[in-house]
């Protein structure tokens, strides 16, 4: 079976060949073939990678390879144009092409009105392709490409509607924060080249464990870098600032990009360069640290927000968070699975948000909504399934599945700690508190807003397929004490090596998870009791002028805005526009102007006064006189 | 005849050519200037002079005829300058034909 | 012979142009179209003809000698090997481009641009085809002039002060590099008998130190400024800005690629040891250039005169890669000579488009293009992104090589090298921003899409871009030989026998007689 | 024959003191004259009777006539004398005076400092001598010299005729002006 695995290239070139299209002749068609063009593309990808999958599982082959062809060879460094598929890129391009594919119908509602609506398609097409081509890139280089190409697109599309300045400004700063990872990552892979003369994934990977001890001092610099490229991608602590601007964006965009696949495409590298962090404890320290402080901090600042799609995007960084807690501590198929998880079901909220915000006229303020659960039911059961599972609500919901995998293994990981563990427990009861205070907020209470738009199948459809996935996708991995189901470790297992655990420690397991189910359902009581119930708690807190500084504080997203621009934006501008002129061209002019001077002083002896000239000459002789009298 | 030392008839010269220098720089009258030059043209021809007659020839005298010419000429041309300035700036004064100032 | 005749087809077609004015008023433009369409048809008959296999042995494809002036050592010497050719190939490419720009926008005097387009053109070709340093600053003079017209006639508001500002720069700095030519010239004379000019006997010539670094010196002056490297860069941004857009394009794309094929041509081999002991200075400078130039970018408000500071960016990379010694950032220097080239003559055509629509370069008073014109904005978009290195697009492989090329030579100034490559993204997205997204301040009434001419113009600079981005295999061939020639005195361990003995000379440093006996057999050799 | 040149001397350098410190041209003119004739004794005790011939026709004569004519055309008045007189203060000419008596210090050192030659006896260089050198190895720049005065006849023909009023475009603004 030869023939398929030949198609690999198809997988990222189609939705690339649509965006293609979508650019050149997207002015000039038919809305409906757009539309074709625009799904389509992604559809047919999603296909190929489902054969491809089932194919896959069915022959269980390390790994599929392909060269397109030889993107340059300087000096021994040759990287190609090729693709690389093991079991680690099968889970993420079945997320990227099934969920993109969702998404993508999704918006052919969504975007109905929009007046560039082959422009979206072309964006979103190019994102799903760049996308591809990063986690299938057989080198560093090719991943720095796709890297760079989601950039891109993200930029394109927070600035979708570019007339608002505030996108445009919320694009560039996604950008640009993110290019400022990407940078520490550029610096990580020169290094990574000077050590090993390529940048070919696999090649690296056997050969650091040769090259380099545990905790050697390039491995753990190497490693620093990539997690600063990783961070900034994902949103990480201290990069994070961009992604609740990011929300500027059209919806679907949120749910593709800023949720679904680009964000954790952190995740991805380090999972991907596992062999460099394993190499580096520190660096691994500092991916849990980083993952366990962002968690906390987003969570903390979503508990705040107004705008329902921001509270989903601080829910987002926390929820990366989670994921680079368990990378942090070696747990690489718990953090690969929560990020499967996490884009079916945050997928789902942002998709459920966009449907409330299209109906109620591009609303976003949850204040303003309310009592949708009987106008909007089929979202709002949705929502709630989502809501569920990023809550983690015990034993049904899928998000219950992976974040108890994630806190389990903190405690009975090798490299796990209390700390860690305490704090990921402290985010998971932050985290069902926002997340049903939304759900109330939103859903209960009285109708606020008119409901113009009712949802029709093409939004109805990917809630429900997304919604049962996000019920039922937490069933292919359990707990070994609650049914012990591993296809999805064993699946990773050739890629991902297995977090060693803690012997003897197994007995507890069932207390943790009774104190995971608590501490969820506890969240969700308390904002049962502050939203729903007992209203006047709330605006007891209201009052308190402590708890609004810290609600401001945290509304804020912890005042990281604030602080980057008077340390580095605002520094940098006046810097720029103090020499806007340019100094050194000072140098020059001033130099200009003394020969200019000199040529005034010159000038000035040309008098028009007969006489004077004379007096010169007389001058003139004496001088010459003098001269060869005395010589 | 007695030798008329090489030295005096230059010095003469000399002092006859500053003479008409120290004018052409005091005066502002156009008139004068151009006597002043006048004086000098004769002064360099004394020298030529001098000089022919210390060394008994006749290039001397031959240079002050050229001198002499170049004198006449310019007088003629530099009196109709003057007439034709005269009547454009009703003044003899040097100093306001200055146009050509820096 | 060939390369005679690709000098003398722009010469005398630009003479032409010029007499042909009177004749009828478009008739310039056609001549100097098929000019410059005869020279391109030329060098890609050149290019593909000659397979890269050949390449192997001898760097050199093509050579022609003719004594000119005998007594001196003068002779009209050209050579043509992969580097040459490939920036032969861009110059003619992006006259070509200048041509076609210039079809609407030059209205007066048709015949005097086009001769003036065509003389710079000659010139250029002329700098990178002479192997004889008497002939290089000939045509290094013969590129000056015209442009000084280009700018000084044809320009914008400010255009006399730019032209002046452009033409004291140059020429100051030429001059000081025909006093090193010559200083090269009699000191190889002294120690050789033969006084020659030829590139290759002067490439022999032992110095000592002190005499190495000042004659680098003098080369580098006319290089650095022509790049330009930071302290000497502030005449361009006054000439890009001022220069119609033919001239902006031919500036940015050609006239700052003289300045670093002169430092690979002629500083990197001639001055091995004293190029050594300048590098380190010589990469500060150029990380100085790449956040200078960038962060001057970010403010201006002039579209030209920004995308003048990110060629003084860009170019920081040239001499960042340059004084690497290694062929990764030789080879990513290059690429950058050819991917900045498309990508700025590029962004300098799309002010050129839009001065042409709203008579003002001020992006302050642009704003909201992309509805009204979106191929155009498509088209900024592609070279925008190109600027600030968006990987898939030809500048990427430029930048990525060359900072990994510097890497190795030096982790410090990389790091603030690659740090440059945030501020790209702050200046690049500035224009997108300011000229495509945020509506203007000022309400401009209309503003027409790119017409199929100016398509025409933009569709293959996209092509090419895209090209060098995605397979820059090719290129990266073609100047592989050229490269590695260059870099041949930096390598200790080669095995060809002709840089052992230039070692060996580099090392002596009293003259003995074992010394002037290897000369002699290079010299042999090399004939 | 030495006497007589001291004498000439004297007076031709206390008559040319005397021209350049008048304040009427005419008188100026005179003593200028006087000068001439002065030199022209010079010339002749010099040995060169003819040059001493020349310069009173052509110098004494002819250009000194010519001045006059000049100044006649002028219609001078009263007020031009004082304003001679006005224009001519010490401060005006003190410092001419003593650079010219510095550069004369030097030539006067110069000229006596060189290792003087004994001084010969005057010899005649008679006209004869003067007419075959001036027609043999001079004769081009006899030429020369017709052709420069033909070029100031027709210069001073040109730049003397007043037929009509031509103003410079400078004199133009600043009549303009004022």
């Known amino acids: ?631 | 005849m007695n030798a008329v030392s090489m030295e005096a008839g230059l010095l003469l010269a000399g002092i006859l050519f500053l003479l008409g220098m120290i004018s052409v720089m005091i005066r502002r009258n156009i008139i004068f200037m151009l006597i002043s030059v006048e004086i000098m043209l004769n002064a360099a021809g004394l020298a030529f002079i001098v000089a022919g007659s210390r060394w008994v020839q006749p290039d001397g005298q031959i240079m002050f005829i050229f001198i002499l010419t170049m004198a006449a000429a310019e007088v003629s041309v530099g009196l109709a300058l003057i007439l034709q300035i005269y009547h454009q700036l009703k003044t003899l004064n040097s100093d306001t034909a200055n146009f050509m100032k820096g | 012979m060939i390369l005679v005749w690709l000098i003398v087809i722009l010469m005398a077609g630009g003479l032409l142009a010029w007499l042909a004015q009177r004749w009828h008023r478009a008739s310039p433009r056609w001549i100097a179209l098929g000019s410059v369409l005869a020279t391109l048809g030329t060098t890609v008959y050149l290019w593909l003809a000659m397979p890269s296999a050949t390449l192997g042995a001898s760097p050199w494809l093509l050579q022609y000698d003719l004594p000119w002036i005998p007594q001196w050592g003068v002779s009209f010497s050209l050579a043509l090997d992969g580097l040459s050719l490939l920036m032969l190939l861009l110059t003619f490419f992006l006259g070509l481009v200048a041509i076609l720009i210039s079809w609407k926008e030059i209205k007066n005097k048709v015949g005097f641009f086009h001769f003036n387009l065509l003389w710079v053109l000659a010139g250029i070709t002329g700098v990178f085809l002479t192997m004889d340093l008497f002939l290089f600053y000939f045509f290094w003079e013969v590129m000056l002039i015209p442009m000084y017209f280009m700018i000084g006639i044809w320009g914008h508001e400010n255009r006399n002060y730019a032209a002046y500002k452009f033409f004291i720069f140059t020429q100051a700095s030429g001059l000081l590099m025909l006093l090193a030519i010559l200083g090269l010239y009699f000191i190889h004379g002294s120690q050789t008998g033969t006084y020659t000019f030829n590139y290759f006997a002067l490439l022999n010539t032992a110095l000592a130190p002190e005499a190495a670094l000042l004659l680098m010196f003098g080369f580098l002056a006319a290089f650095l400024v022509k790049l330009p490297v930071v302290p000497f860069h502030s005449w361009l941004p006054d000439a890009h800005s001022e220069a119609p857009t033919a001239g902006s394009v031919i500036l940015a794309g050609l006239l700052l690629k003289t300045g670093a094929y002169g430092l690979l041509r002629f500083v990197l081999p001639l001055f091995p040891t004293a190029a050594v002991e300048f590098a380190p200075w010589a990469m500060l400078l150029g990380v100085i250039g790449i956040i200078y130039g960038a962060i001057l970018a970010f403010s201006q408000t002039d579209l030209k005169r920004l995308v003048a500071y990110t060629s003084v960016s860009h170019m920081g990379f040239v001499i960042l890669g340059v004084f690497a010694f290694n062929e990764l950032a030789l080879q990513g220097v290059v690429m950058q000579m050819i991917t900045h080239g498309l990508s700025t003559g590029a962004l300098f055509i799309l002010a050129g488009f839009l001065y042409e629509r709203l008579h003002t370069r001020d992006i302050r008073l642009m704003g909201g293009f992309w509805s009204k014109a979106p191929k155009m904005g498509v088209v900024a978009l592609v070279f925008v992104m190109a600027s600030l290195g968006l990987p898939g697009l030809g500048n990427f492989i430029a930048e990525f090589l060359t900072l990994v090329g510097s890497w190795q030579a030096n982790n410090v100034l990389t790091i603030f090298a690659t740090i440059g490559l945030v501020m790209a993204t702050a200046y690049s997205l500035r224009i997108m921003q300011k000229v495509f997204y945020e509506p203007a301040a000022v309400e401009q009434p209309e503003l027409p899409d790119l017409t199929s001419r100016e398509m025409l113009i933009a569709a293959p600079m996209i092509a090419g871009i895209l090209w060098l981005g995605l397979y820059p295999q090719p290129v990266l061939d073609l100047a592989k030989p050229s490269v590695q020639e260059q870099l041949q005195s930096f390598v200790p361990s080669v095995e060809n026998k002709t840089i052992v003995g230039r070692q060996t000379a580099f090392t002596t440093t009293t003259t003995d007689t074992v010394y002037f006996q290897i000369t002699k057999g290079i010299t042999y050799e090399r004939k | 024959m030495e006497l007589t040149f001291y004498i000439a001397a004297a007076v031709a350098v206390l008559a040319t003191l005397m021209v350049i410190t008048r304040y009427n041209m005419i008188h100026a003119l005179l003593y200028l004259v006087v000068s001439f004739l002065a030199i022209a004794i010079v010339f002749f005790t010099l040995g060169a009777p003819f040059m001493a011939a020349l310069e009173v026709i052509v110098y004494a004569g002819a250009i000194v006539v010519l001045i006059i004519f000049v100044i006649m055309m002028l219609n001078l008045t009263y007020e031009d004398v004082q304003k001679e007189k006005e224009w001519l203060k010490p401060s005006v000419w003190v410092g001419p005076a003593i650079l010219s008596l510095v550069l004369l210090a030097e030539l006067a050192y110069m000229i006596t400092a060189a290792e003087a030659p004994p001084a010969a006896a005057v010899v005649a260089v008679d006209a004869r001598l003067v007419g075959m050198a001036l027609f043999g190895p001079y004769v081009l720049a006899v030429q020369l010299s017709g052709i420069l005065l033909m070029a100031g006849i027709v210069g001073a023909y040109h730049l003397g005729r007043q037929k009509k009023k031509v103003v410079h475009r400078f004199l133009q603004e600043r009549s303009a002006a004022a």
């Not at chain 1, 700063?173 to 990574?192: E, S």
């Not at chain 1, 201290?238 to 059209?250: E, R, V």
């Not at chain 1, 520190?282 to 962002?294: D, E, N, Q, R, S």
């Not at chain 1, 709630?384 to 405690?411: C, T």
């Open chain 1, 1 to 631: 079976m030869k023939a398929m695995a030949d198609l690999l290239w198809l997988i990222p070139a189609l939705p690339f060949a649509g965006a293609l299209l979508l650019v050149l002749f997207g002015n000039r068609i038919s809305r409906g073939l757009v539309t074709a063009i625009g799904t389509g593309s992604v559809g047919v990808s999603a296909a190929i990678t489902l054969l491809l999958g089932i194919e896959y599982l069915s022959s269980q082959p390390a790994y599929y390879h392909q060269e397109v062809w030889n993107w340059f060879s300087v000096a021994g460094f040759n990287p190609s144009i090729a693709f690389h598929l093991d079991a680690l890129s099968m889970v993420f391009i079945f997320v990227i092409t099934f969920v993109g594919f969702l998404i993508h119908i999704y918006s052919t509602e969504y975007m109905a009105e929009d007046a560039d609506y082959s422009r979206f398609f072309a964006c979103m097409n190019l994102f799903v392709g760049s996308m591809l081509v990063l986690v299938m890139a057989d080198n560093l280089l090719l991943l720095y490409l796709g890297w760079e190409g989601v950039g891109l697109c993200s930029y394109l599309l927070i600035g979708f509607w570019y007339k608002e300045p505030a996108n445009g400004y919320a694009a560039r700063k996604a950008f640009i924060i993110t290019r400022v990872g990407d940078t520490a990552m550029a610096i990580g892979l020169f290094m990574l080249f000077q050590a090993f003369g390529t940048l070919h994934i696999q090649t690296i990977s056997t050969e650091a464990v040769q090259l380099w001890d545990t905790g050697a001092q390039m491995a753990v610099i190497i490693a620093f870098l990539l997690l600063g490229g990783a961070v900034g991608k994902s949103g990480q602590l201290p990069l994070q600032t961009w992604l609740p601007d990011a929300m500027a964006g059209p919806t679907p965009v949120s749910a593709l990009i800023h949720a679904a696949t680009m964000v954790t495409a952190g995740v991805y590298l380090i999972a991907r360069m596992h062999v460099i962090f394993e190499l580096a404890p520190v660096a691994m320290m500092a991916v849990a640290a980083i993952g366990a402080v962002t968690l906390l901090i987003a969570g903390f600042a979503a508990l705040t927000q107004y705008d329902l799609k921001r509270v989903l995007a601080y829910s987002t960084i926390s929820q990366i968070g989670y994921m680079f807690l368990a990378l942090g501590v070696g747990a690489w198929s718990a953090g690969v699975f929560h990020f499967m998880i996490h884009a079916f079901f945050k997928a789902l909220l942002f998709l459920c948000a966009g449907a409330i915000i299209l109906a109620l006229h591009h609303e976003q303020d949850m204040r303003k909504m309310g009592g949708l659960r009987t106008s909007m039911p089929v979202v709002f059961w949705t929502f709630l399934i989502g809501a569920a599972s990023l809550a983690a609500f015990p034993l049904v919901s899928a998000g219950f599945y992976s974040k108890d995998q994630i806190l389990w293994l903190q405690l009975a990981g090798e490299n796990g700690s209390v700390w860690l563990y305490a704090a990921g427990l402290l985010g998971a009861f932050v985290t069902s508190i926002y997340t049903f205070r939304m759900v109330f907020i939103t859903f209960y209470g009285e109708a606020k807003t008119h409901v113009g738009h009712q949802p029709t199948m093409a939004i109805k459809v990917p809630l429900i397929i997304l919604g049962v996935l996000s019920l039922l996708g937490g069933f292919i991995e359990l707990p070994h004490n609650f049914g012990h189901v591993v296809l999805f470790s064993d699946f990773l297992s050739p890629i991902l090596p297995a977090v060693s655990v803690v012997p003897g420690f197994d007995q507890y397991e069932w207390m943790l998870q009774v104190l995971a189910a608590v501490v969820s359902l506890g969240g969700i009581y308390i904002a049962y009791l502050f939203y729903l119930s007992k209203p006047e708690l709330l605006a007891s807190i209201h009052r308190s002028n402590t708890a609004m500084a810290v609600h401001r504080f945290w509304h804020s997203g912890w005042g990281f805005d604030k602080l980057y621009d008077t340390l580095l934006v605002r520094p940098y501008v006046f810097l720029a526009n103090v020499n806007k002129r340019d100094v050194i061209d000072g140098f020059y002019t001033g130099l200009a102007r003394v020969a200019e001077g000199f040529h005034m002083m010159l000038s000035d002896t040309q008098s028009g006064v007969l006489r004077n000239y004379v007096a010169g000459i007389v001058v003139g002789a004496i001088m010459i006189l003098t001269i060869s009298i005395f010589l």
